[in-house]
């Protein structure tokens, strides 16, 4: 009820002058943020399982991306969204609320045991199945044609637990430091190991629709591997794979500006044709923000010349494209913003958490120059300043100087979250997208990374405001050195089940890595699938087959591969499936047997021609 009639107040000014609205809503602002992050920390809990209200079915520890089951069907958990709303759990225990508790113990608990889920990126022995990014709230693999690996999830969820290890070491009680050493680390141990193995390889970005190289993805594998380099040194463990692969991660980061903004994907597919402006950018920027770091370009922090200019691209660039927008084109007004500019998922609309995102993003650099007092306009972040603030000139600020400009960035990020309230329906609930056309609510409902995106924004918020500190430093200072030359590397590591955490003793065993090829001519529509009589081939249920990849399909080749990893030393079964269009399926007449080499062996690729009914359109 309280929140309604802040939410009236807000919806009621927007009907006055502009500047009647930017004085009544520095007044309500606070109050309204306070209403909403109560709410949205609330409505985070009831998408975990296994009590969470809006998610039966959800067995322990599991983060539900959204209770949505149709249109679309997020019932599933992310590795991604899972990791950032843990983090925002971990830092708002670390703020006290100790009843938080049995959700982060619950978490590590149902990561330790999706480690071992051999799954179609891979299995644990190998790092690979840890690419994974996402999984059924009962923590069985998800089987059908997805965007994988997506490289992120390991190094997101890597920085959330560290965040709850280095707490726990920090306490001084015993059975603290016993579960961090024994509990955690494992968990922590196997993604960093994935991280510096797999750093250097494509895979696809936190949307999950383009293959390459992310800026999102290779800025916080190098957050992982320094802040886990520190742990693991606290715990008097070898680091020198994350200290080897690090810097060459730093060094690869720089390669993603174009001297205007970060261009989000390089590295993808033939065909690839967007301008690269994308929130990806700007999640990076508050995903590796290090309240103690300076304005430093290479860490792209939120205050970082190159950090601020981009912002200005990114926002600028939903400008025109948004109904919603008209009213914002002086480009010194907050404009609804969503992935990027040639989105069409739904069309292509604004979210909340990308529109939240911006406002972080601000706040965050506010606390960085709070910290000095000053704040430096360069020449590459001039625009940015001059869109605000028009008379600023290139030069250091202080005194009252710094506190106009500072206060004209903040009231700048006050009014992004304006418009993520203002098309915030009356309830408090926050979809994934707000319409394009009018700002109703969009897809999924109740998303959890939405909420937790508004909670991260309000402690930004706070912390830019009074003495609250956010979130904890995570030692960007030991690892902001650009090598000179960039190398491409990779370090081979281990994987071990972490049994203590709760993974199943025995699993995750050891596997071999096989390539299967086959040519089968297909029709566009048409997928072909690999079963078999194995977990990973889905035991002869074609609804678990393995997806086939036909990214080198071409006319003089119909190509179709799978890189499966098998059970060392096994006779395996196998056969083909062509899934029409219609969701039928057509098996091949034969069936086919592998014997698999022993642990450590290798595999020369696997050649077979389909040997079958052809399918046809319907
Ligand atoms: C879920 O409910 C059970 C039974 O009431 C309780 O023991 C457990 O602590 C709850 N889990 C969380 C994360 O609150
Ligand atoms: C897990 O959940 C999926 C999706 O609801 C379901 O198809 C599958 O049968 C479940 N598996 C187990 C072992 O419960
Ligand atoms: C691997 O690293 C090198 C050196 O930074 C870089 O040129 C290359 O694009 C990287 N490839 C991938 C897929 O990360
Ligand atoms: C304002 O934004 C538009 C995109 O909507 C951009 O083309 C233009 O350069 C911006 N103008 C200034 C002065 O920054
Ligand atoms: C833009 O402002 C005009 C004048 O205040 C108003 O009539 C119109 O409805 C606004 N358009 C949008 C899309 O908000
Ligand atoms: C708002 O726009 C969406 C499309 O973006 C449309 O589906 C919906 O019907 C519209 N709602 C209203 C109230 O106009
Ligand atoms: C292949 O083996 C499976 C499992 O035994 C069986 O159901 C299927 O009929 C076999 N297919 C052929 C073509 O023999
Ligand atoms: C492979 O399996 C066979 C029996 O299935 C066993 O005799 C042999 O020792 C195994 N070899 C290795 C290297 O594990
Ligand atoms: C698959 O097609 C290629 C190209 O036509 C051919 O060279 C190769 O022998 C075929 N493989 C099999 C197993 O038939």
Known sequence: MRMRAFFAVLAATSLHGAVARL???QDYLPGAIEAENTFALRSVLNNI????????????????ASPSTEDP???????????LTMKMLVDEFLHGKTELRPYIQDYLKAQAILQTVSNPSGALSSGRGLGEPKYYCNLTRYNDAWGRPQRDGPALRATALITYARWLLATGEGSDANEAKEKVWPVVQNDLNYVAQYWNSTGFDLWEEVSGSSFFTTAVQHRAL??????????DVSTAAYDSQAPNILCFLQTYWNGQYAVANINTQSGFSRTGIDANTVLTSIATFDPEASCDDALFQPCSPRALANLKVY????RTIYTINRNTSSNSSAAATGRYPEDVYFNGNPWYLTTLAVAEQLYDAIQQWNTVSTLTVSPVDLAFWQSISPSTTVGTYSGSDFIALRDAALAYADSFVAVALKYTPPSGALAEQYSR??????????????????????GARLAATSDYAQVPSWGSASGNEVPAVCEASSVQGTYTP????GAPPGSGGCTVLVTFNVNASTYYGENIYLGGNTIELGNWNPAEALPGSAIAYSAERPLWSF???????????????????NGEYLFETTNRTLAVPPCGGNNAPVEDAWVGPVGTPS
């Not at 069907?73 to 990791?83: C, I, L, M, P, V």
């Not at 320094?226 to 715990?235: F, Q």
């Open 73 to 83: 069907n997020y019932f599933f958990t992310w590795s991604r969204d899972a990791a």
């Open 226 to 235: 320094v802040e886990g380099s520190a742990l693991g040194k606290e715990l």
């Open 437 to 458: 056309e009018n700002g109703t609510a969009l897809s999924a409902r109740d998303l959890t990374w939405s909420y937790a995106s508004f909670v991260t924004m309000r």
């Open 563 to 581: 890189v499966v990893e098998l059970p060392a030393n096994s006779t395996v079964q196998y056969n083909y499936i062509r899934k029409e269009d």
């Open 49 to 64: 399982g296994p009590n969470g209200s809006q998610v039966p079915g959800a067995v322990t520890g599991v983060i539900v």
């Open 498 to 501: 972490a049994v203590d955490a």
């Open 23 to 25: 004085f009544i809503r």
């Open 315 to 318: 926002v600028d660039s939903f």
